[in-house]
């Protein structure tokens, strides 16, 4: 590769879940603690980061697409951008991506980013950088302070994962279960507050398996995190996700009850109502086991809004056990929720178990699935008008004077008035439509 100049303008472009999309928001950290700024919204940029999800099909078709659309426009305007793999599929592919995408300057992991600077170093000087390592926690502490940010802050507590489900590549693009100290939890809460955050959620890909010593030197789980962050002034909101019910403390459930600023939502995927495709899946918990967590959440916080994942389609998974899940659903009555066709993920044990579902099959699964669940939000929905509560606002709407936020069960509801984006505003829920609400801000009396 050429030398080139060092960039000054960079674009990050974030795939997958909301830790990658807090990893992309601490590269971009790291890059403006250099000097280098976002490009100009409809410019090109110089430096090009994909931070990409390995998650389910296609993942990696769609960043080599990715790379070839911007080789091409690079081409176009003289100027070809430096371009970084970075996420999960840089974790999964690093090599196959240095061999096949001659264009790409620097892949780096998830757990690696915080080298990014170096590896810009090396990629200016024409060689190419990869970084596909799994230090622990050093990324934590080698990452610049928080910027300004919207209302809502990303805090990532707890990383990686070490359930190996069968059909899932999160324990292998994201290493082993680690947690975050507690000192450095707060004092990032603090920043993001200080910043201009009214609401942290907490991030993991198994959120309540992070564990800790608290400023007493007890250990605690993630309550104890919550309850000291509930201190924090200026800080009206704490959520958390993704929860697995395998790590289900009693203290977080009793939270729920206790801490005025924790919001009363809980994602909690279940995958599937059968008890056979869940062992098959090695989830380690029953239909049943599920449902009693959800249980003893809804004893202590009855209006608590149930969100969870489904995977359809897993190997061998019959028409009757599809139906559990159906079962499972009515059950709960969720109020939003992620469903997916079963993706089979190279060097996963699912991907090489016999009766693989047809696509038609599970096209046809997903869509009685979904249909299910819409009825469940819009009935979650159309039950809570009515009520009266906080809306933390987060953008302007379509309309001129209007306002989009979410109430505390993470509805979408716009409504009209004199506010501004980080204002918790109290609406009454006037009118309610399948995805969102119609507020009222109420007369003063
Ligand atoms: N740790 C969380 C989920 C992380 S992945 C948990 O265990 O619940 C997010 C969601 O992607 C999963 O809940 C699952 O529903 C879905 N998913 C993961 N691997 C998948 C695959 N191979 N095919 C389809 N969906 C998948
Ligand atoms: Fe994947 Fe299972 Fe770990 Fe969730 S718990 S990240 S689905 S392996
Ligand atoms: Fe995707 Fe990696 Fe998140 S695979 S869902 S970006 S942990």
């Known amino acids: 590769m050429k030398p080139v100049a060092p960039p000054q303008t960079y674009r990050v472009k974030s795939f997958g879940c909301q830790m990658n999309v807090y990893d992309g928001e601490r590269m971009a950290e790291l890059l403006g603690a250099r000097g280098i700024v976002p490009a100009p ?235 056979r495709v869940l062992k098959a899946m090695n989830r380690q918990h029953t239909a049943d086991s599920y449902l009693k967590i959800i249980e003893k959440f809804r004893a202590v916080r009855p209006d608590i809004a149930i969100a969870g994942d489904f995977i359809v389609g897993f190997p061998g998974e019959t028409e009757a056990e599809f139906e559990d899940t159906l079962r499972i659903v009515d059950e709960v009555r969720y109020a939003a929720c992620f469903s997916f066709k079963y993706s089979p993920r190279p060097g996963t044990p699912a991907a090489t178990m016999e009766n693989q579902i047809a696509p038609e099959e599970m096209a046809n699964r997903l869509q009685r699935l979904q249909s299910r669940l819409a009825e469940q939000q819009y009935a979650f929905n159309q039950a809570s008008v009515g009520k009266t509560c906080k809306v933390l606002v987060e953008r302007t709407g379509r309309d001129p004077g209007q306002w989009l936020g979410k109430s505390p069960w993470l509805q979408s509801v716009h409504f009209e008035g004199d506010h501004a984006i980080g204002d918790l505003v109290e609406v009454t829920l006037a009118e309610a439509g399948p995805v969102s609400l119609r507020g009222v801000v109420p007369a003063p009396v």
């Not at 995408?101 to 024409?126: D, F, N």
């Not at 250990?219 to 919550?226: C, K, N």
Request: charged share 25%.
């Open 41 to 275: 919204e409809g410019e090109d940029a110089d430096l090009v980061i994909l931070n990409t999800c390995h998650i389910r099909e296609k993942a990696a078709e769609k960043v080599y697409s990715d790379i070839g659309r911007l080789v091409f426009a690079g081409k176009q305007a003289g100027k070809p951008p430096l371009i970084a793999v970075a996420g999960c599929v840089a974790q999964a592919e690093g090599e196959e991506i240095m061999k096949r995408a001659p264009a790409v300057s620097i892949v780096v992991g998830p757990q690696a980013y915080h080298r990014l600077p170096e590896m810009l170093e090396k990629a200016a000087k024409g060689e190419r950088a990869t970084d596909t390592e799994m230090p622990a926690i050093a990324k934590f502490d080698a990452l610049p302070a928080r910027a300004k940010r919207g209302p809502t802050a990303f805090l990532t507590v707890q990383e990686g994962c070490d359930k190996f489900c069968t059909y899932c590549v999160v324990p292998y693009t994201r290493g082993a279960e680690i947690a975050r100290p507690f000192k450095g939890l707060i004092a990032e809460a603090e920043r993001l507050v200080e910043a201009g955050a009214k609401e942290i959620m907490l991030l993991g890909q198994n959120v309540n398996a992070w564990a800790g010593e608290d400023d007493k030197g007890r250990r605690v789980g993630l309550a104890g995190l919550i309850h000291t962050l509930a201190k924090i002034d200026g800080l009206e909101r704490i959520r958390y996700t993704t929860s697995h019910p395998n790590d289900m403390e009693d203290a977080l459930i009793a939270a729920h009850g206790e801490v005025d600023k924790l919001m009363p939502y809980l994602h909690l995927p279940v995958q599937s109502g059968s008890d």
